[in-house]
């Protein structure tokens, strides 16, 4: 079985390695995820056990996959009419280091409301309106990673991992806000000073203005807050209902496209298509949706194989300090999904162990939530944001990583100073 950790590394390498190797992350990380369980099957006594616990994965996966889908197809729509344009002609900041702060803080809050795959989808198709300089879309890029993940980390709605955690009964809603928010402001707000400080005086050269009728602005404006509505509506619909939240997601994307057939349904058919929700499907990234299965395949390949669980207790042996603990299995999240990883820990630290609102359940959200920025496909915004900006692996690396280690050591000397206090 030590196989399936070889052919995930070398998966691995074939990712960061992209732009030299001129191919495809998406091809390489489907073949690390296809060839990892067929090692687990090979190796598996029990083939009926082992697809059931494949399909298991792929139903998790499919969830993350369809919300993916849905969210995409929404910004897309929302893109199509020009909706972002309204958002645009609002920011009057012309200074790139101020913009920086603006779309930091933006993304940060809008992260926690939403979540954070979301608002990383959001934000980078807002920059793309934004900026013309692909230098300057990079940049702002990684800041909307950290930012997201940060604003996510808080709040029970805004990451997978915070939700699992509130879910499973380790933490409450009230209690991880209070406990995290300051933390959290500060992972992403010293990143986000040191990058504005490069950007300092300089200008950004103004975007040509949309020459639109009054009925083009008139539906840009329905789709812009139908989308944006609906998209805050998936974490109520979650909440009232307890559906997992790519069914929301689902509904959402059906009522706009509702939404917008009825929009359209005087023009001629050959200028209604340019708007349809099928025209924005054909736009979305398709090959990040692949590239993201791929990965995940292959970390649920390692978790079913047991290493993720040995690494828990492996850690915990050597570690034996809990705030230590959380902090590896943060800084291991940029490595490998921090779903599976909390997941584990979930199952190995009992309530009885840790109760309720007990600091290493609060400090693991903090570390699982914001460690994933440190590498683009750490975290589920980073891997949406390398596929919609084409952000190369290598070049997060060199740039934008040791921000994000910075924010997160910040971060958690933040928080072990609250606990002192």
């Not at 060839?35 to 090979?42: A, D, P």
């Not at 939403?114 to 300089?133: E, G, P, Q, Y």
């Not at 300051?182 to 103004?206: D, M, Q, T, Y």
């Not at 040995?310 to 590896?328: H, M, P, R």
Request: aromatic share 10%; with cysteine.
């Amino acid at each position: 079985m030590f196989l399936t950790l070889i052919i995930f590394v070398l998966g691995y390498l074939a990712i960061a390695f992209e732009h030299p190797l001129k191919l495809n992350k998406a091809a390489s990380a489907l073949i690390t995820g296809v060839l990892c369980w067929t090692i687990y099957f090979v190796h598996s006594v029990e083939i009926h056990a082992a697809t059931d616990e494949l399909l298991h994965h792929v139903g998790e996966i499919a969830s993350i996959l369809f919300f993916l889908l849905g969210a995409m197809t929404i910004v897309e729509l929302i893109d199509s009419h020009d909706g972002f344009d309204l958002i645009t002609q609002k920011i009057t900041a012309t200074d790139k280091g101020k913009l920086l702060l603006i779309v930091t803080v933006v993304t940060f809050f809008l992260s926690a409301l939403l979540d954070n795959l979301t608002t990383a989808i959001v934000m980078t198709s807002l920059l793309a309106k934004l900026l013309n300089n692909k230098s300057d879309k990079l940049w702002f890029a990684g800041m909307v990673v950290i930012a997201a993940n940060a604003g996510g980390a808080w709040s029970p709605l805004g990451d997978v991992t915070t939700t699992m955690l509130w879910i499973g009964k380790q933490i409450t809603a009230v209690n991880i806000i209070k406990q995290l928010i300051l933390p959290s402001i500060l992972v992403a707000a010293i990143p986000a000073a040191i990058v504005a400080a490069r950007f300092k005086g300089k200008k950004i050269s103004s975007m040509p203005q949309l020459v639109r009728t009054e009925k083009e602005k008139k539906d840009g404006r329905i789709v812009l807050f139908s989308g944006v509505g609906l998209l805050l509506f998936v974490p109520v619909f979650k909440t009232v209902t307890h559906l997992p939240p790519f069914m929301g997601m689902l509904l959402a994307l059906g009522l706009m496209w509702i939404i917008t057939t009825v929009i359209h349904k005087s023009k001629e058919p050959e200028i209604a298509e340019k708007y349809t929700v099928a025209k924005a499907l054909q736009k979305v990234d398709t090959p990040s949706i692949l590239f993201f299965l791929g990965i995940l395949l292959a970390v649920s390949a390692l978790q079913s194989a047991g290493y993720l669980k040995e690494l828990a207790v492996a850690l915990t042996q050597t570690l034996k300090n809990d705030y230590l603990i959380a902090t590896a299995l943060g800084l291991l999240s940029a490595l490998v999904d921090n779903v599976p990883l909390v997941a584990a820990s979930q199952g190995m630290f009992d309530l009885a162990t840790y109760p309720t609102d007990h600091p290493f359940w609060e400090m693991l959200a903090l570390t699982t939530g914001t460690g994933g920025s440190a590498i683009i496909i750490g975290s589920a915004a980073g891997v949406a944001v390398m596929g919609i900006e084409q952000v190369d692996f290598m070049w997060y690396l060199k740039k934008i990583s040791w921000l994000a280690l910075i924010g997160f050591a910040a971060g958690i000397a933040v928080y072990l100073l609250q606990l002192q206090f």
